[in-house]
C-alpha cells in the first residue's frame, strides 16, 4: 500500500451544524451507517478522463455533487441473473467474509447507475449488453424503479436480463465522518459506458448532471466554476472541494493523473477503509484524511 499522508479538506456547508454539535455536546456513540454503493462512470477524452457528475438534493452522505449512487435496497438481495465474477468474488476484492452483503453492494451499484443515468450494465449473455435505454419506455422504467414502484430484478426477469458484473471493477470503501446525522459505508466501483448508451437525468428528479473533465475540475478547484453552473442555492459560489466530499475529491484527483479509462481500470487496488476525521486547524473546522497525496503523471500513487 502507497505511503499515507495527512491531507485536510473543506468541511462541506451542510455538516456545519452536525460537527459543531458533535464537538459541542462531546462525542458520542455514531449513528449506524448505512450499506451504500456508488459507481463511477467513466469515459476518454481529447483533454483526459471525463466522469458523469451530478447534483443531489438535500443532506447527502455522497456530497452536493457526487457519482451516481445511493443506499442499498432489501430488493437488491432478490433473486437476478447473473453473469461475471461471483459474490464470493466480488467479497475477496472488497475486503468482507460477508458474501451476501458483497453481492447487494453490486447489485445496487448496478440498480442506483440505472436510475440516476439509465446507464444498464446488463444483458442476456455475457457478449451482449442492452442498447438504447434512452427511449421514453425506459425512462417509464427508471422512474418505476426509483419511486420502488417495481424492483430492479424485476425488470431484469421480465426482459430476460442479467446483471453484467464483469463490466464493474471496484474503487474504494469510504465511510462518512462519525459527526454526521446521516452516514453511509459506501463501495466506489467504476464502470465505461456499453455501446449505444448514453447517461440522462432522471425525468422529474434530476436537477443537474453532466460529463466533466478530471483535469479541469481539479485545475478549477479553487474556483467557484462548477457550483456557479450547477446554479442551485447551495452550490453556488461554493468551490470544489464544498461540493464534494474528501473521497470524491481525491478519486477525481486519481482520474486527472491517470494515463486514460484503461490506466485508470487497470491499477490493482488493495481493500481499504477510508474515513475523515473532524480536526480543527487555525480555528476552522476541517476534515483530515490519511490518503496518498497524486502526483501528476503517476496514477498509479492510488489513494
Given at each position: 500500500m502507497p505511503h499515507l499522508a495527512r491531507r485536510l479538506f473543506a468541511l462541506p456547508p451542510d455538516l456545519e451544524g452536525a460537527a459543531q454539535s458533535w464537538l459541542d455536546h462531546g462525542e458520542r456513540t455514531?449513528?449506524?451507517?448505512?450499506?451504500?454503493?456508488?459507481?463511477?462512470?467513466?469515459?476518454?477524452?481529447?483533454?483526459?478522463?471525463?466522469?458523469?457528475?451530478?447534483?443531489?438534493?438535500?443532506?447527502s452522505p455522497l456530497g452536493v455533487l457526487a457519482f451516481p449512487g445511493g443506499s442499498l435496497e432489501a430488493s437488491d438481495d432478490d433473486a437476478v441473473g447473473w453473469l461475471g465474477p461471483s459474490a464470493q468474488h466480488w467479497a475477496d476484492h472488497l475486503g468482507t467474509d460477508d458474501v451476501g452483503l458483497a453481492r447487494r453492494h453490486v447489485v445496487g451499484a448496478i440498480r442506483e447507475l440505472f436510475e440516476e443515468t439509465g446507464v444498464l450494465?446488463?444483458?442476456?449473455?455475457?457478449?451482449?449488453?442492452?442498447?438504447?435505454?434512452s427511449s421514453h419506455e425506459w425512462m417509464k422504467i427508471r422512474v418505476a424503479v426509483a419511486e420502488q414502484e417495481k424492483s430492479f430484478p424485476e425488470l431484469l426477469a421480465k426482459r430476460g436480463l442479467s446483471v453484467?458484473?464483469?463490466l464493474l471493477k471496484s474503487l474504494v470503501n469510504w465511510r462518512t465522518p462519525d459527526f454526521a446525522h446521516r452516514r453511509f459505508d459506501t463501495r466506489y466501483f467504476a464502470a465505461t459506458v456499453p455501446v449505444n448508451q448514453q447517461p440522462s437525468l432522471l425525468e422529474g428528479k434530476g436537477v443537474w448532471g453532466r460529463w466533466v473533465c478530471a483535469t479541469k475540475a481539479?485545475?478549477?478547484?479553487?474556483?467557484?466554476?462548477?457550483?456557479?453552473?450547477?446554479?442551485?442555492?447551495?452550490?453556488v459560489g461554493l468551490t470544489l472541494g464544498q461540493l464534494l466530499v474528501p473521497g470524491s475529491e481525491i478519486m477525481l484527483e486519481k482520474m486527472?493523473?491517470?494515463?486514460?479509462?484503461?490506466?485508470?481500470?487497470?491499477y490493482k487496488r488493495k481493500p481499504h477503509v477510508y474515513q475523515a476525521k473532524l480536526v480543527e486547524e487555525d480555528g476552522r473546522l476541517m476534515l483530515e484524511v490519511e490518503a496518498a497525496i497524486t502526483v501528476a503523471g503517476d496514477p498509479q500513487r492510488e489513494r
Open positions: 455514531p449513528r449506524a451507517a448505512r450499506p451504500a454503493s456508488s459507481v463511477v462512470l467513466l469515459r476518454d477524452s481529447p483533454t483526459g478522463l471525463e466522469t458523469w457528475l451530478g447534483y443531489r438534493p438535500g443532506s450494465l446488463a444483458g442476456p449473455d455475457m457478449s451482449t449488453t442492452v442498447e438504447g435505454t453484467r458484473t464483469d481539479i485545475a478549477e478547484r479553487d474556483t467557484t466554476a462548477l457550483g456557479d453552473e450547477v446554479g442551485q442555492e447551495n452550490t486527472a493523473a491517470a494515463n486514460g479509462c484503461i490506466a485508470y481500470l487497470s
